[in-house]
């Protein structure tokens, strides 16, 4: 579209529009320069033109003519640059537009993102709100904790104290009790020496007076005289063994008649002497080798001199 030419003249104004195509030319098309001419000059300018004679609107219209040609020239050409500024800025229309999309993609998904954020942080103000509760409600416990754990501190020092008393209470009876053990111990061993020393006593006196009785001394007799018996005996038969040619039975041991005549008259006493022999022949070395028979054989050795 050519621009618009406004006159203002006696409070009037004139106005006349021309249509130009895109990519017309005026030096190639004769009609639009007619339009063109007739678009630029003035209402005033044709009153004066119709008195004047046509050499000299010619010779007045031809530099304007040029004027106009050159103005038209740089018209199209300003015509040309807008169109390249036109595309230009068409392209940069649509990538503006394809930024938009994209920015209001990214705007939709900002919004979207904001929401998901803002339903985060309404469920991290929960949680944080319901950790508070819980962190009140753990402060709130451990106070009570603490001050239970006071408590039983409190109590446990008086039991402390009550068990060291206790303690001590049984450490003195323990020491009082270790002294009535010790004390119980030496009576007890007093008591027992002097039992032992009184049965030992009563022992002595016992063998005492049984050494100083007849039966003592009877028994004294007939253990000596079986001794000697056996031991005669024996070494009658360990000669009999070595020496069978030999007569022994011309030696006859001195008592043995009386030993045969009391044997005969107290049926007790053989049996007695037949249980000695017997056992002498059955385990003949503890007889030959008991001391205390043979050490007993000196009384009677010391009775037979006194008889």
């Known amino acids: 579209m050519a621009p618009t030419d406004d006159t203002r003249s006696a409070g009037r104004v004139a106005s006349s529009d021309v249509q130009v195509s895109e990519g017309a030319s005026a030096l190639a098309n004769h009609n639009l320069a007619r339009r063109l001419c007739q678009a630029t000059i003035l209402p005033a300018d044709r009153e004066l033109l119709k008195d004047r004679p046509v050499s000299d609107m010619l010779s007045a219209f031809y530099p304007t003519m040029i004027q106009l040609i050159y103005s038209i020239s740089e018209l199209e050409a300003g015509y040309r640059r807008f169109g390249d500024v036109q595309a230009v800025w068409k392209n940069r229309a649509e990538t503006v537009e394809v930024e938009k999309a994209t920015l209001v993609d990214q705007l939709k998904l900002s919004v979207d993102r904001e929401a998901r954020l803002e339903e985060e942080i309404s469920r991290l103000t929960n949680g944080l709100a319901a950790s508070e509760?819980?962190?009140?409600?753990?402060?709130?416990?451990?106070?009570?904790?603490?001050?239970?754990?006071?408590?039983?501190?409190?109590?446990?020092?008086?039991?402390?104290?009550?068990?060291?008393?206790?303690?001590?209470q049984l450490r003195i009876s323990l020491e009082n009790l270790a002294k009535a053990e010790e004390n119980l111990s030496s009576a007890q061993a007093d008591a027992?020496?002097?039992?032992?020393?009184?049965?030992?006593?009563?022992?002595?006196?016992?063998?005492?007076?049984?050494?100083?009785?007849?039966?003592?001394?009877?028994?004294?007799?007939?253990?000596?005289?079986?001794?000697?018996?056996?031991?005669?005996e024996d070494a009658r038969d360990a000669i009999q063994s070595l020496h069978p040619e030999l007569d022994l039975s011309g030696i006859v041991p001195p008592g043995s008649e009386d030993q045969a005549a009391e044997e005969e008259a107290d049926p007790l006493l053989t049996e007695r002497v037949a249980e000695g022999e017997a056992a002498t022949t059955s385990d003949p070395s503890p007889t030959r080798a008991g001391t205390p028979v043979a050490l007993e054989l000196y009384p009677v050795q010391e009775v037979d001199t006194d008889e």
Do not use: M, W
């Open 192 to 232: 027992d020496i002097a039992k032992a020393e009184s049965a030992k006593e009563a022992l002595i006196r016992a063998v005492e007076d049984f050494r100083g009785s007849d039966e003592y001394r009877e028994e004294l007799l007939e253990s000596g005289f079986a001794s000697y018996r056996v031991g005669y």
């Open 133 to 168: 509760a819980e962190l009140q409600s753990a402060r709130e416990q451990i106070q009570r904790k603490t001050r239970s754990v006071h408590r039983l501190r409190r109590e446990r020092d008086g039991c402390v104290r009550e068990l060291e008393a206790e303690r001590e």
